[in-house]
Nanobody
């Protein structure tokens, strides 16, 4: 079992920045990859970013590449998402998620944090 709590969401103007954080507990944090995904009401949840166990590999959706940066601190059991140059279309509920089986599927989810970007 992995428990996660996100923080850092809020309201920001277009062009601004936010930093999301996710604190995990339960299993050894350094043993699994982490991801951020987002969802808009009425739409499917979509992939945003992913980071490997040791931070050696990161992946981004094309829509956020060059603007968002995922990072993790295995000593603090946290994963972060730095979001710069935000756009109204980035508005969504953002979830951190754990891939404990290393199969690019996410097994555990946080409760989500709302990000709203005004134009």
């Amino acid at each position: 079992q992995v428990q996660m709590i996100e923080s850092g969401g809020g309201l920001v103007q277009a062009g601004g920045s936010l930093r999301l954080s996710c604190a995990a507990s339960g299993r050894t944090f350094s043993s699994y990859a982490m991801g951020w995904l987002r969802q808009v009401p009425g739409k499917e949840r979509e992939f945003v970013a992913r980071i490997s166990r040791s931070s050696s590999s990161t992946y981004y959706a094309d829509s956020v590449k060059g603007r968002f940066t995922i990072s993790r601190d295995n000593a603090k059991n946290t994963v972060s998402l730095q979001m710069n140059r935000l756009k109204p279309e980035d508005t969504a509920v953002y979830y951190c998620a754990a891939d404990v089986n290393s199969d690019f599927a996410y097994d555990y989810w946080g409760q989500g944090t709302q990000v709203t970007v005004s134009s």
